[in-house]
T-cell receptor, first 111, second 114 residues
Framework: AQRVTQPEKLLSVFKGAPVELKCNYSYSGSPELFWYVQYSRQRLQLLLRHISRESIKGFTADLNKGETSFHLKKPFAQEEDSAMYYCALSGRTGGSYIPTFGRGTSLIVHP | ETGVTQTPRHLVMGMTNKKSLKCEQHLGHNAMYWYKQSAKKPLELMFVYSLEERVENNSVPSRFSPECPNSSHLFLHLHTLQPEDSALYLC?????????????FGPGTRLTVL
């Protein structure tokens, strides 16, 4: 069975501080991992995918297979980063890939 | 309207009512999903459809009945719901059910069961 764990329900930081949102996963195969974000009054949307190895809005995430982690990081948080962040894993079940989401971490960036 | 749309945006119903939620995607995708998002639980995957065939039913009670008449439309038929079914119901779509496919979400339907 596949599982995604986001240990922090809430993360509160000040503007300009570094941010790390933790994500650990459990999956026997080679995972496809994502970070989705939901800003206030907006729909859930993709932030970044591990396969793309890109930086979006200053955020990066590195897949660590040894630690089965995919933590989301940003060196200097901005107020507009305040949102709900979900880590997701897409794992193979039969002939299809089925997504599993973590419980989400609410990030609050104070001025 | 582009992307994924959901109607209605808000719904209040009694436990004996029958109602339906509608989702439509304008992205040419082949896979569609229903999720339940409530305050006390993480995002819960309910159903997955690929090319109008149901490929996942995540132990959802039978009072929720999905329907996918074509690859652009997805319905969730509701009957004899319970107050604990009150939640935000999200629809999503993806190109296929490939591991790397991004999901595109609708705005959700806020359901209240009295």
């Amino acid at each position: 069975a596949q599982r995604v764990t986001q240990p922090e329900k809430l993360l509160s930081v000040f503007k300009g501080a570094p941010v790390e949102l933790k994500c650990n996963y459990s999956y026997s195969g080679s995972p496809e991992l994502f970070w989705y974000v939901q800003y206030s009054r907006q729909r859930l949307q993709l932030l970044l995918r591990h396969i793309s190895r890109e930086s979006i809005k200053g955020f990066t995430a590195d897949l660590n297979k040894g630690e089965t982690s995919f933590h989301l990081k940003k060196p200097f948080a901005q107020e507009e980063d305040s949102a709900m962040y979900y880590c997701a894993l897409s794992g193979r079940t039969g002939g299809s890939y089925i997504p599993t989401f973590g419980r989400g971490t609410s990030l609050i960036v104070h001025p | 309207e582009t992307g994924v749309t959901q109607t209605p945006r808000h719904l209040v119903m009694g436990m004996t009512n029958k109602k339906s939620l509608k989702c439509e995607q304008h992205l040419g995708h082949n896979a569609m999903y229903w999720y339940k998002q409530s305050a006390k639980k993480p995002l819960e995957l309910m159903f997955v459809y690929s090319l109008e065939e149901r490929v996942e039913n995540n132990s959802v009670p039978s009072r929720f009945s999905p329907e996918c008449p074509n690859s652009s439309h997805l319905f969730l038929h509701l009957h004899t719901l319970q107050p604990e079914d009150s939640a935000l119901y999200l629809c999503a779509s993806s190109q296929n059910l490939a591991g790397r496919d991004t999901q595109y979400f609708g705005p959700g339907t806020r359901l209240t069961v009295l």
